[in-house]
């Protein structure tokens, strides 16, 4: 009985991680995006009391949306069970760590922007926007397409979904930082995976009570 009341709620566990990620990860993105709008194109190195305090704020919301992707990414994984295809759950995994490992290497970067002056070196900055917008997205695209792949395969996913997790896979993947704005395609993808596994969960509830 036990394990069976841990097993059903996994699906609450994975679809608040989720939630709590996506809302975490995209309130970061928009604090740094508004605080240095110019990413590795401006020609002012500096940054005034207000951006650095984005910034700050953004530094620290990020090591916990990392921890929240990290319990989600796991809470998935453990939905798919003894389903799972060792390859693709190995490129799940890979991607996943990946993306935590480049975004924590992007936030130690951007922390670089509190501390420079009028005659500071754009390095901290430029190479933060390099590690975010090209390699983190680029693994967030993978993951994506990986998920999206593993719910195809499995039936976990309704289609447009895994229609939609194609198309934010390839945005991210193509476009990478061509595009401003578009890192915020990972935490909305992972915010509407998140509420469909809260509404399955939701639907599951009474479907169970009734079988009782």
Do not use: H
């Amino acid at each position: 009985m036990q394990q069976k009341q841990e097993r059903l709620a996994t699906p609450w566990a994975a679809g608040m991680a989720g939630v709590v990620f996506a809302i975490l990860m995209a309130t970061a993105i928009v604090l740094v995006r508004i605080a240095l709008p110019d990413g590795v194109d401006g020609d002012d190195v500096t940054a005034d009391a207000a951006q650095r305090s984005a910034v700050r704020t953004a530094l620290e919301l990020l090591p916990f949306a990392g921890i929240a992707f990290l319990w989600f990414m796991g809470a998935v994984r453990e939905q798919v069970g003894e389903g799972e295809d060792r390859f693709f759950a190995t490129v799940f995994l890979g991607s996943g760590l990946v993306f935590v490992a480049t975004l924590f290497g992007a936030a130690s970067a951007a922390g670089t922007v509190l501390d420079e002056t009028q005659q500071g070196s754009p390095f901290g900055r430029d190479f933060a926007y390099m590690l975010l917008t090209t390699y983190a997205m680029r693994m967030a695209a993978v993951f994506i397409i990986t998920t999206s792949t593993i719910g195809r395969r499995l039936g976990a996913l309704p289609r447009p979904l895994v229609v939609l997790g194609y198309l934010a896979g390839l945005t991210l993947l193509v476009v990478g930082a061509d595009v401003p704005w578009s890192e915020l395609v990972f935490p909305a993808w992972a915010l509407v995976i998140s509420l469909n596994i809260l509404w399955g969960r939701r639907a599951a509830g009474p479907r169970a009570a009734d079988r009782t």
